[in-house]
T-cell receptor, first 113, second 111 residues
Framework: AQSVTQPDIHITVSEGASLELRCNYS??????LFWYVQSPGQGLQLLLK??????LVQGIKGFEAEFKRSQSSFNLRKPSVHWSDAAEYFC???????????FGTGTRLQVFP | DAGITQSPRHKVTETGTPVTLRCHQT?????MYWYRQDPGHGLRLIHY???????DKGEVSDGYSVSRSKTEDFLLTLESATSSQTSVYFC??????????FGPGTRLTVL
C-alpha cells in the first residue's frame, strides 16, 4: 500500500535561512508527487508537482523539490525563508491512473525574525 | 482558484443530528473528493465521485454518505453526527492533469 512519511512534525527556522522539508514515500512504481501548503484557517494550495521528466521541479513562492527514486524521497527546499512562509506543509503521493492521493501528516514551519 | 466553494464554512451541531455539507464547483470537473483533516493525521479521503451518481468510498467512509445529482455539486452527509466527526472537511476537484485543488474547508464541531 502507498504511504507517505513526513518525519518532521515541527520545524523552526530564522528568516533568511535555508529550508528543507523531508518527504519519503512507499510505492512500487513512479508515483505522482505533490507538495501543498496550508496557512492557518485556509485551504490547501498547490506548491509544486512531479509527474515525470526533470527530477528537480520548480514551484510557486520560490520553492523547489527534488525527486530521488533511489531514496524514495521528494524533499521540498527553499534557499531563503520569508516570515510569510510560516504554514503547514503537506506532501502527497498519487498512483498513476487512479483517483486518490495519500497525504503525509504534515510539517508545521515556524519562522523567527 | 479552481472555482470551489464550500458551505457552510462553520457549523456547530449536537450529537445525533444529521448534517449535510455542500461542495460546489463552477468548472465542470468530473472528479470530486471529500477529505477530513485532523491533527496528526493529515488529510484522509472520505468519499469521492467520478461522475454524476458515481461515487466510491475512501479510507474513512464509515458514518458518512455522499450524493452527486449534478456535476457541480457534491454533498457529504453525516446521518447521525458523533463527536469523533468533529473535524475540518475539505472538498477537492481533480483536473485533467491529475492534480487536485482544494476548497476553503468547513469546520464542523459536534457537541
Amino acid at each position: 500500500a502507498q504511504s507517505v512519511t513526513q518525519p518532521d512534525i515541527h520545524i523552526t527556522v530564522s528568516e533568511g535561512a535555508s529550508l528543507e522539508l523531508r518527504c519519503n514515500y512507499s510505492y512500487g512504481a513512479t508515483p505522482y508527487l505533490f507538495w501543498y501548503v496550508q496557512s492557518p484557517g485556509q485551504g490547501l494550495q498547490l506548491l509544486l508537482k512531479y509527474f515525470s521528466g526533470d527530477t528537480l521541479v520548480q514551484g510557486i513562492k520560490g520553492f523547489e523539490a527534488e525527486f530521488k527514486r533511489s531514496q524514495s524521497s521528494f524533499n521540498l527546499r527553499k534557499p531563503s525563508v520569508h516570515w510569510s512562509d510560516a504554514a503547514e506543509y503537506f506532501c502527497a503521493v498519487g498512483e498513476r491512473n487512479t483517483d486518490k492521493l495519500i497525504f503525509g501528516t504534515g510539517t508545521r514551519l515556524q519562522v523567527f525574525p | 482558484d479552481a472555482g470551489i466553494t464550500q458551505s457552510p464554512r462553520h457549523k456547530v451541531t449536537e450529537t445525533g443530528t444529521p448534517v449535510t455539507l455542500r461542495c460546489h464547483q463552477t468548472e465542470n470537473h468530473r472528479y470530486m473528493y471529500w477529505y477530513r483533516q485532523d491533527p496528526g493525521h493529515g488529510l484522509r479521503l472520505i468519499h469521492y465521485s467520478y461522475g454524476v451518481k458515481d461515487t466510491d468510498k475512501g479510507e474513512v467512509s464509515d458514518g458518512y454518505s455522499v450524493s452527486r445529482s449534478k456535476t457541480e455539486d457534491f454533498l457529504l452527509t453525516l446521518e447521525s453526527a458523533t463527536s469523533s466527526q468533529t473535524s475540518v472537511y475539505f472538498c477537492a476537484i481533480r483536473e485533467s492533469t491529475d492534480t487536485q485543488y482544494f476548497g476553503p474547508g468547513t469546520r464542523l464541531t459536534v457537541l
